[in-house]
């Protein structure tokens, strides 16, 4: 499938130079993607799969050792599982039925989650612990916010953080270009903010989502009152409470 006409040119694109090794890029990207997808993750068996394969269609006899394949990976470019992700996202809702729709709108579905990471002194420090974890204790964790689309379920683009101060509106920022006009964009409470909603209006996107419990239930943004000639501007940090004595 990585060698399809609807796939070669962009992985050709994405791929570093590389010497035809035992485990070029192209392979070694299958391999890990059958390995995720096996019942039996293990590098070895993954391995063990390949030097079967390889006799099958009568190619030389190779070693089992999963140290070359370990190193393959390693080298595999994660600009290129990035790019392959992204491109077969948009590939898979292009090619989807127009009966899949909502009133012939595409709804992409925005979401942040975080998942937990190898509990490494490298991964403490790229990714710092939370404010609620006391040092030394717990996994590292990734925050990151996807984009799907509603109608295939295709992946059509995320990002993750290393920062400790970033958050889901922050990130959602960075994935506005994905967008299209026209597009519904479903998303739950946490995301509706004015910013955010009339960037959105100037792309041509509708919006859709829950209003916060602690609103009323409809919001009209349009009705407002300038006090100052300097109301553009938004403090973004909660003032300084001063306590007398």
Same mark, same amino acid.
């Given at each position: 499938?990585?060698?399809?006409?609807?796939?070669?040119?962009?992985?050709?694109?994405?791929?570093?130079?590389?010497?035809?090794?035992?485990?070029?890029?192209?392979?070694?990207?299958?391999?890990?993607?059958?390995?995720?997808?096996?019942?039996?993750?293990?590098?070895?068996? %993954?391995?063990?799969?390949? @030097?079967?394969?390889?006799?099958?269609?009568?190619?030389?006899?190779?070693?089992?050792?999963? /140290?070359?394949?370990?190193?393959?990976?390693?080298?595999?470019?994660?600009?290129?599982?990035?790019?392959?992700?992204?491109?077969?996202?948009?590939? %898979?809702?292009?090619?989807?039925?127009?009966?899949?729709?909502? $009133?012939?709108?595409?709804?992409?579905?925005?979401?942040?989650?975080?998942?937990?990471?190898?509990?490494?002194? *490298?991964?403490?420090? @790229?990714?710092?612990?939370?404010? /609620?974890?006391?040092?030394?204790?717990?996994?590292?964790?990734?925050? %990151?916010?996807?984009?799907?689309?509603?109608?295939?379920?295709?992946?059509?683009?995320?990002?993750?953080?290393?920062?400790?101060?970033?958050?889901?509106?922050?990130?959602?920022?960075?994935?506005?270009?994905?967008?299209?006009?026209?597009?519904?964009?479903?998303?739950? *409470?946490?995301?509706?903010?004015?910013?955010?909603?009339?960037?959105? $209006?100037?792309? /041509?996107?509708? *919006?859709?989502?829950?209003?916060?419990?602690?609103?009323?239930?409809?919001?009209?943004?349009?009705?407002?009152?300038?006090?100052?000639?300097?109301?553009?501007?938004?403090?973004?940090?909660?003032?300084? %409470?001063?306590?007398?004595?």
């Amino acid at each position: 499938m990585l060698t399809s006409p609807d796939l070669l040119d962009t992985l050709e694109t994405s791929l570093p130079e590389h010497r035809e090794r035992l485990f070029p890029p192209t392979e070694t990207l299958s391999m890990f993607l059958a390995q995720a997808l096996k019942p039996d993750r293990s590098c070895q068996g %993954i391995v063990d799969d390949a @030097a079967v394969k390889r006799l099958i269609h009568g190619l030389p006899h190779c070693s089992t050792n999963t /140290g070359a394949y370990c190193k393959a990976r390693k080298r595999l470019p994660l600009e290129t599982v990035t790019r392959m992700v992204r491109h077969t996202g948009r590939l %898979i809702c292009a090619k989807g039925s127009d009966t899949w729709l909502w $009133r012939r709108r595409r709804v992409p579905l925005v979401d942040g989650t975080t998942v937990t990471l190898p509990d490494t002194q *490298a991964n403490q420090t @790229a990714y710092p612990q939370q404010r /609620g974890q006391k040092p030394g204790l717990n996994f590292p964790i990734c925050r %990151i916010v996807g984009v799907t689309c509603l109608s295939s379920g295709a992946v059509l683009d995320a990002v993750g953080t290393k920062a400790k101060a970033s958050g889901e509106q922050a990130l959602l920022w960075t994935l506005l270009d994905i967008f299209e006009s026209g597009d519904v964009m479903l998303w739950d *409470a946490f995301y509706g903010t004015y910013f955010l909603l009339a960037e959105l $209006r100037s792309r /041509g996107v509708v *919006a859709l989502f829950e209003q916060q419990g602690m609103r009323k239930r409809s919001t009209d943004f349009q009705v407002g009152k300038k006090l100052g000639i300097k109301d553009h501007l938004i403090r973004l940090t909660k003032p300084k %409470i001063r306590r007398n004595g």
